[in-house]
Nanobody, 125 residues
């Protein structure tokens, strides 16, 4: 599975950005897509994820109510709409995929075996 992330950039605090992650290749082998983010010197942090098995989404507490996942019907594309952004949202954002037999969403980066390239998101104060 190849993942292509796009949509990063610079935004002022309170503004919005939309990230997209498109999966291609042997996508039948994945049913969970997730977004993580990472800042220098820190662990990769879970942001949000979607399960195609249960059509459910979960969010980190730090972004719930501000970020929203959406998918494109018929395609393995996961979008992350980021609203009311804060300077602490500044990070490199990564999309990741995995297959889980039960469709259970995991929050640890180590549980994901397929990663896209990161896209920089910078929120100025």
């Amino acid at each position: 599975v190849q993942l292509q992330a796009s949509g990063g950039g610079l935004v002022q605090a309170g503004g919005s950005l939309r990230l997209s992650c498109a999966a291609s290749g042997r996508t039948f082998g994945m049913n969970i897509m997730a977004w993580f983010r990472q800042t220098p010197g820190k662990e990769r942090e879970f942001v949000a994820a979607f399960s195609w098995r249960g059509y459910s989404a979960i969010y980190a507490d730090s972004v719930r109510g501000r970020f929203t996942i959406s998918r494109e019907n018929g395609r393995k594309v996961l979008n992350l709409q980021m609203n009311a952004m804060k300077p602490e949202d500044t990070a490199v954002y990564y999309c990741a995929t995995k297959f889980d037999p039960a469709g259970t969403i995991r929050r640890l980066a180590q549980d994901y075996n397929n990663w896209g390239q990161g896209t920089q998101v910078t929120v100025s104060s």
